[in-house]
């Protein structure tokens, strides 16, 4: 799970800082792989290959959308539902985070994919087949976590 904190302004004209959050569980990754056409990996990939900016902020958006949720105070739940996203979508928040993605190109898009796979799901991926997880999330992370360490 992602917990991201973002600073905003509210329509208050307020200043605040709070935690939003996002997460994937496998078979909600499972499900993005069967429904995209080709997989997801193919579908990163194309969008990336094509350089399609309008296709690729309308699925990365949906991404995002994807992945958020409002976890429970108990921590027992994760509430994930086309009101909750309306509500997020509709927040000073979510501007900040897309205009984030939009200024911070593909490596802020990456690690925010990283961040929300599963890290069990990563290493089997990455302990199984190096390329295989590059593939899912259609970067070249493995090299890149290489050069950065």
Known sequence: ?????????????EKKTKNFYFNLTRSEISRMEFMADGGLAMKFKKMFETQ??????AYFE???????????????????????????????AYDVLIMEFLTGGEKA???FVNAVIPSDLQDNMKNADPEAFNKLVGFDVINANKAEG
């Open 1 to 13: 799970m992602l917990i991201k904190a973002i600073t905003y302004t509210n329509y208050n004209g």
């Open 52 to 57: 399609d900016k309008k296709e690729l902020f």
């Open 62 to 92: 949906e991404f995002i959308l994807d992945c958020y949720g409002e976890k429970s105070e108990d921590g027992e739940l994760f509430i994930k539902n086309d009101d909750v996203r309306e509500k997020f979508r509709n927040h000073p």
């Open 109 to 111: 898009m990456s690690d």
